[in-house]
């Protein structure tokens, strides 16, 4: 019997290990700004938030652990194709207004743990919006296309030849907080533009422009490393001026969580990918 509780002892404390390793990821993944809509004053994780877009209006989706209108039934398996291949369990195409691009490239562990972080919130029932895109998105058969020309899955390798904080500023960036999502325009198909990695847009969020990031004049090239891990805590840029809109909520519902250590690898990571001179204007 000792045995027995020792084994379940320690599967107790593996799970809320995981479930707190669950809030940090959850944290650095910006789920909570998008997945509710605090405007309404909506449940946090219920969805419902409006996402407009040059391809439509698209609504966050419930991702609390209720049965029937949220992920309470998904298995991990399912939360893993979500987030790996955008599909959902029922097998439809999820609109890629959830970043699935970037989550794709997550580790499975890492997603795991997020989903058990959920699975211990409070299930909200809330019915999911319909989505409103432009026409003729509405048909998802398009979106197969889509994946075809803008997708391709699979977690994201270190690269030996890099820094340990070089490898974990990649994966924070381009997976977890997805920040090519908001930071790289989009082609004409709503994939993102490569050759404009990270380098603003005129058409961000809500119609916000969001500001060029690589280490360019027209970007953070007088950004210092200790400059950018400032701003990602606590959302003040070198010369005072606060963050507004969708950074700000990335920061307050999100990046000011993470560790020093974290905020100090996407630094490192920025200022070392290659300069892109785009003005996306004030």
């Not at 019915?127 to 994201?156: A, C, D, M, Y």
């Amino acid at each position: 019997m000792a045995l027995i509780g020792l084994i379940a002892a320690t599967a107790s404390a593996a799970a809320q290990d995981s479930v707190a390793r669950g809030e940090y990821l959850v944290r650095a993944a910006g789920c909570i700004a998008c997945h509710t809509d605090e405007k309404s004053g909506g449940a946090q994780f219920a969805g419902g938030r409006a996402l407009p877009t040059p391809f439509g209006t698209f609504y966050s989706s419930n991702i609390t652990p209720d049965p029937e209108t949220g992920i309470g039934n998904w298995s991990d398996a399912d939360f893993i194709t979500a987030l790996r291949e955008g599909r959902s369990p029922e097998g439809h195409l999820l609109y890629p207004v959830f970043p699935y691009s970037s989550y794709t490239k997550m580790r499975d562990e890492d997603m795991l743990a997020i989903k058990a972080y959920l699975f211990a919130q409070p299930p909200v029932q809330q019915e999911n919006k319909t989505q409103e895109p432009n026409f003729p998105l509405g048909w998802r058969f398009l979106l197969n296309g889509w994946k075809v020309l803008n997708f391709e899955s699979g977690p994201i390798a270190d690269d030996p030849a890099q820094s340990e904080a070089w490898n974990r500023g990649r994966y924070l960036v381009e997976a977890l907080a997805h920040c090519s999502e908001c930071h790289t325009p989009r082609t004409l198909t709503g994939g993102l533009d490569q050759d404009l990695y990270l380098a603003g847009t005129a058409d961000g969020p809500e119609g916000e422009k969001v500001p060029n990031i690589t280490p360019a004049e027209s970007g953070i090239a007088d950004w210092s490393e200790t400059d950018i891990a400032y701003l990602l805590k606590e959302g003040l840029k070198p010369n005072y001026d606060n963050v507004q809109g969708s950074m700000a909520e990335a920061i307050d519902d999100g990046l000011k969580y993470l560790t020093d250590e974290d905020l100090n690898a996407i630094a490192t990571y920025l200022k070392s990918i290659p300069p892109i001179e785009h003005k996306v204007g004030k």
